[in-house]
């Protein structure tokens, strides 16, 4: 079946979001152009030769911009703007850098990510490293590529290995004998146990001279046994017989022996079965071996089928008892610990302090940027004389009209509160609506289905985003790049099944995955949750002007728009709507096959409208200046109507990639192209 997932959405993703970006940025197109080019299926370029020929010639073809925008007036429009005026040689080398990464991403994720979303993933990504300027931007660049490199580079092997072994059962371990259990040593009648081992294990060992003293080999009753047997090693089955009459006799050693000894002497045992009649009762229901006995095969199992032999990776763990594998995976997720803890302090610590802090010290500017207006705060730092590490904000006097243009929310957050005062206030707000919302979660798990329980977390990023981005929306995107890059870290740590996170994390998250998260290693709902409502956040800020003072130059944008907010609009509003009616009441499906409903649509398309006209609402109410789009409302009614529509049908007919991000997408394009 033909899939237009990969040939549509990548590529025309891609250049709408270059198209309105390009108001501001011009040099976002020409990379754009490229990388949709670098987007389509290799099945769409013919094949000359072979499939080399067919990637040369694709890699020709994303070059063909290029050198058009040599001879063209675009190369000007370019030029316009040196922050994101690339080299040629790095604009030619876009399309080996999208194939490796998206070999790569596929390596990490396997099946959970459809091709689609794989393309969009790395268009994404290189977007994200090659046009990166604002603070919050460098920020994510350095926990996304850096975190992500690095930890490709150091870890992977050592995660690799963690894996293997822990898909190892149990029982196929190697059992630990007496002399490494050194505990069991300690008891009385243990040490009997292991007395009787040796005594056995000596009283066969004829080829050692230690059965007996007889010069007559022919006199000693070990020398009837056959000589093929003495070879063996004494098995387990064996040893607990002898071990069990052991505890039945009181611990006596002497008198297995002499029972040993009398069997031998007739010359009964012929065979080593012979041994565990001493002690071991016959299994009832069985028929007796006659003759010799029947020997099975290690290659299949007792019904005959071919038993399926594992890798050589997995066979390198069988000879390590049940304690060293665990030693050594404690050992593996320290290694990884400690990887993850150097690569943040030593390496993307000196970076983001360099390229997005102006050379200040990172965990100082935080301590400022959050507690730089507590009183208490402000003291400790000049006593100690730390205002050259630590970065202290300019209060605003009280009564100061500097701040009342930007409307009564911006007053009351310079004047009144500060700044960081303000940022520990939403820390505080959004704590307390995870509190709320886990313990409606929890309550909600014995009565509710998996998909009802799982909409509340799309209204938790409602109530958490929805009133606080326009508040400080820099702080908003800094606050999700930094969740984004530890849900990463943590599902790592799941799928890598790393003591001692792994096993809690899978628990927590085991009630409310569904069949998506089963395709692969990659819980993938809550991370692209996250992901709808950050993406267009993101990509707002990224066509606004930045502003600000000294340390937190770059930190402020000057303006609000709806955009902002369309992504946690669409996920928690339009998304739980739509699943929440449309599993309920859906009876009418559309033409096209799916499975969505039309009421699920137009339930989708409500919540949606409704949701836009509250944060418009919300903009107008809070004073915050827009970029001149004040329509009367009658004209804002229609404009949301068609953007909630658009987004709806794209969530309908949606197939081949996730609709926490695709449809966000979508609506913030509709939203920014329509002005509202």
């Known amino acids: 079946m033909f899939d237009p997932a990969p040939l549509l959405y990548p590529p025309t993703l891609t250049m709408f979001v270059a198209s309105l970006l390009s108001v501001s940025n011009h040099g ?49 429009l370019q030029s316009k703007n040196p922050v994101h005026n690339l080299d040629r040689e790095v604009l030619i080398l876009l399309y080996p850098l999208h194939r490796a990464l998206c070999v790569t991403l596929y390596y990490l994720t396997t099946t959970s990510l459809l091709r689609a979303e794989l393309q969009l993933l790395s268009i994404a990504l290189i977007n994200l490293l090659i046009l990166s300027s604002s603070p919050q931007a460098v920020i994510l660049k350095a926990l996304l590529w850096g975190g992500g490199i690095g930890t490709l580079i150091t870890c992977s092997h050592v995660l690799r290995w963690g894996l293997t072994l822990a898909r190892v059962p149990r029982w196929r371990f190697r059992r630990e004998s007496r002399r490494e259990n050194h505990a069991l040593l300690s008891d009385a009648k243990t040490k009997n146990k292991f007395l009787l081992l040796r005594k056995l294990k000596a009283f066969l060992n004829v080829g050692d001279g230690t059965a007996g003293d007889s010069s007559d080999e022919g006199d000693s009753p070990v020398a009837k046994l056959p000589q093929r047997r003495f070879d063996l090693k004494i098995d387990s089955r064996i040893l607990s017989g002898f071990t069990n009459k052991l505890d039945r006799d009181g611990g006596s050693v002497s008198a297995i022996e002499q029972k040993l000894e009398d069997r031998l002497a007739v010359g009964n045992a012929t065979s080593i079965q012979d041994f565990t009649t001493i002690t071991t009762k016959k299994r009832r229901h069985t028929l007796p071996n006659i003759g010799q006995p029947v020997l099975r095969s290690t290659k299949r199992t007792p019904s005959g089928r071919r038993k399926r032999s594992a890798s050589s990776s997995v066979q390198s763990f069988f000879s390590l008892t049940e304690r060293q594998a665990t030693m050594r995976k404690w050992l593996y997720a320290s290694y990884v610990y400690t990887c993850m803890a150097l690569i943040i302090l030593v390496g993307i610590r000196p970076y983001v302090g360099k390229h997005a802090l102006h050379g200040n010290e990172p965990i100082g500017w935080a301590l400022g940027y959050l507690f730089g207006n507590l009183s208490w705060f402000r003291m400790e730092v000049v006593t100690a004389n730390l205002e050259r590490w630590i970065c202290l904000p300019v209060r605003e006097p009280q009564g100061d009209m500097a701040s009342c243009g930007l409307g009564w929310v911006e007053h009351l957050r310079y004047s009144t509160f500060g700044p960081a005062n303000v940022r520990l ?75 001692p996170l792994s096993k809690p994390l899978a628990y927590f998250l085991t009630p409310y995955v569904d069949g998506r998260d089963l395709r692969g290693p990659v819980v993938i709902s809550h991370i692209f949750l996250l992901i709808g409502c950050a993406i267009p956040l993101w990509l707002s800020l990224g066509a606004l002007p930045r502003v600000g003072t000294g340390p937190w130059n770059g930190w402020e944008v000057p303006t609000r728009d709806v955009s902002m907010v369309s992504g946690v609009i669409c996920v928690g509003m339009g998304d739980a709507a739509a699943s929440l009616i449309g599993r309920r009441y859906g009876r009418h499906k559309w033409f096209w096959s799916g499975g969505k409903s039309i009421e699920g649509s137009l339930a989708f398309a409500t919540a949606v409208t409704m949701a836009l006209l509250a944060a418009k609402a919300w903009l107008r109410f809070g004073g915050w200046p827009t970029d001149g789009n ?47």
């Open 28 to 76: 976002i197109l020409l990379p754009a152009v490229i990388l949709s080019i670098c987007s389509l299926p290799i099945e769409l370029i013919p094949e000359i030769f072979d499939f080399e020929s067919s990637c040369t010639l694709h890699w020709f073809l994303s070059c063909i911009p290029l050198l058009i925008s040599e001879n063209t007036h675009f190369s000007n």
């Open 425 to 499: 206030l939403l820390c505080a707000y959004w704590l307390a609506i995870i509190i709320v919302g886990l313990a409606i979660v929890f309550r909600l798990s014995a009565i509710y289905e998996v998909d009802t329980r799982r909409k509340v977390f799309h209204f938790m990023m409602v109530g958490m985003l929805l009133p606080a981005t326009y508040v400080d929306p820099t702080f908003a995107a800094l606050a999700l790049s930094l969740v984004l890059a530890i849900f990463l870290i943590l599902d790592l740590f799941r799928a890598s099944q790393l003591p």
């Open 630 to 676: 004040d329509d009367v409302w009658a004209v804002t009614v229609w404009k949301t109507g068609v953007a909630a529509g658009l987004a709806s049908m794209t969530e309908a007919v949606l197939t081949g990639g996730n609709d926490n991000v695709v449809a966000p997408v979508v609506l913030w394009l509709c939203v920014k192209g329509l002005g509202i």
